[in-house]
């Protein structure tokens, strides 16, 4: 480890000093003063010096869940509803105390950057996301947004000066709550024109337009929505900070985890139809129950699932519902939707493929008809990048923190972010591993652990 640090050192005086020799060139430059500055900074003095304001970054997470649309301790936040609005002033507002030049997008996803030395290089971005499904935590996403602003701060305070610029993002709606779109914000950002193009005739349950909907929270989307897409490069590396959702990190006593893929998610919807009629009166070989062919499809997703023989796959059936849905009738129509990931994205291809194959022979044994099978998303995995990985691997051993390497089996803007930038994630633990419920915590130290991790990753990125 001590060879490690010195190699920092080094990279760190070779730097000071070529900014030495360069500045001499440019008496205006603006950032020769900073640098001069800078050529004192050792990274072994700042090691110890990288310190998270663990209460005051506490303090913003519990204002910042105030703003809610449901009673403490769960918090709604629903994107550009009223609260949602007054929260993003309040992130735009911590970026601007930073110091951080904020802007933001056509749809709202908010950047606060902190310019480098060589601001012509692709920054590095940190950032997740701040909106909330009903009735759920204050630390899911938020923790990625106040604490990548806070390791601004640490590594402001502990003197060190970026060379590539490092910038905070907070994205917009990574949940799906009220568009039925989750991770609007970095799909768009990845250069979605599917998404573009639904984004024109989406409306919310209130037949409410996206466009009417950003309107009211100050984004007026008359330019064309491509202006929001970013160019492959535009970043040398995007990483997240976020809690667990799951109990591994807790169970195990292990600070950090650092994500070496994210799973390939997938969801589809099914319908069949059957003639339904009375529930006394058909006698059983008279019946098509859409019901039960329903049913029969719910166990044969789980079957494909555990046929996969892999830990990774997992399948869903989260929604079954029957119409007409009376006690004395048979069901005439049912609907399924099915979510399906693995981190292997030919082996959960392989198991939609035998869900519609089984779709489609319940549908004939049953003489029902299928009258829908939609794959709604079908998204590849994603994998962090090594060097990414190795900063943050190498920041924990620095750090003494202990560390584990991980899938992270829910999907998060990261995975979008993946298709333009190399990409990482942190995690941390979290209560029980509970997530989407207003019993969702993580400990402050945790919290400030996962700070500083994020913080000495984004400084070796940085002068990377
Ligand atoms: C939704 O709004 C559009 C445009 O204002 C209108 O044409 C349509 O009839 C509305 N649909 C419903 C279900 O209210
Ligand atoms: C199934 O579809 C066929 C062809 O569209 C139709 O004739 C039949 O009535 C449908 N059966 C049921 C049970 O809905
Ligand atoms: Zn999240």
């Not at 990845?190 to 984004?199: I, P, T």
């Not at 939609?352 to 590849?380: C, G, M, T, W, Y």
Request: charged letters at 25%; a negative charge; proline letters at 4%.
């Amino acid at each position: 480890m001590a060879s490690k640090i010195s190699a920092v050192i080094l990279s760190l005086s070779f730097f000071s000093s070529f900014v030495a020799i360069s500045s001499q060139n440019d008496e205006y430059d603006p950032t020769i003063k900073t640098m001069e500055q800078f050529s004192g900074y050792q990274i072994h003095d700042s090691i110890s010096s990288l310190s998270v304001h663990t209460q005051n970054l506490q303090r913003q997470i519990d204002e910042l869940s105030s703003f809610s649309d449901t009673p403490a301790p769960s918090v709604t936040r629903v994107l550009y509803s009223e609260k949602d609005v007054l929260a993003r002033g309040y992130i735009k507002k911590l970026m601007g105390l930073s110091g951080l030049s904020v802007r933001e997008d056509a749809v709202g996803n908010i950047f606060g950057r902190w310019v480098g030395s060589q601001p012509e290089l692709a920054p590095v971005l940190t950032g997740s996301h701040i909106d909330a499904i009903p009735y759920s935590g204050k630390y899911d996403g938020v923790v990625g947004v106040l604490g990548a602003i806070e390791a601004i701060n640490v590594l402001k305070r502990s003197g060190f000066k970026p060379k590539r610029s490092l910038e905070v993002i907070m994205f917009t709606s990574e949940e799906p709550t009220r568009f039925g779109i989750s991770c609007l914000g970095s799909r768009l950002l990845a250069g979605s024109e599917e998404l573009k193009e639904l984004l024109k005739k989406t409306v919310d349950s209130q037949n409410i337009s996206f466009s009417d909907a950003a309107t009211f929270a100050g984004y007026t989307l008359n330019e064309d929505l491509s202006s929001v897409f970013l160019e492959k490069g535009s970043y040398s590396a995007f990483i997240e900070l976020h809690i667990e959702q799951g109990p591994i990190l807790e169970e195990e006593g292990i600070s950090i985890g650092i994500v070496t893929a994210i799973a390939a998610p997938a969801s589809i919807k099914v319908d069949f139809e059957g003639n339904g009629g009375h529930a006394g009166a058909v006698l059983m070989p008279k019946r098509n129950d859409a019901g039960l062919a329903a049913a029969e499809l719910a166990l044969a997703v789980e079957k494909h699932v555990l046929e996969s023989g892999s830990i990774d796959t997992v399948g869903t059936v989260g929604i079954l519902e029957l119409h007409p849905g009376a006690i004395n009738s048979i069901p005439s129509k049912s609907h399924l939707e099915i979510d399906t990931r693995d981190i292997d994205e030919k082996r959960r291809n392989l198991v939609i493929e035998k869900i519609h194959k089984s779709a489609l022979r319940i549908s004939k044994s049953r003489e029902v008809n299928l009258s829908e099978f939609k794959i709604v998303n079908q998204d590849p995995p994603a994998l962090s990048e090594d060097s990414i990985i190795e900063a943050t691997e190498s920041a924990c051993q620095e750090l003494k923190l202990s560390y584990k390497k991980m899938i992270s089996r829910a999907y998060h803007d990261s995975l979008f972010m993946a298709r333009i930038s190399p990409m990482g994630m942190i995690f941390i633990p979290c209560y029980k591993g509970y997530s989407h419920k207003p019993e969702e915590f993580a400990a402050p130290e945790d919290v400030a652990n996962g700070v500083k991790v994020l913080a000495l990753t984004l400084g070796k990125l940085s002068l990377s």
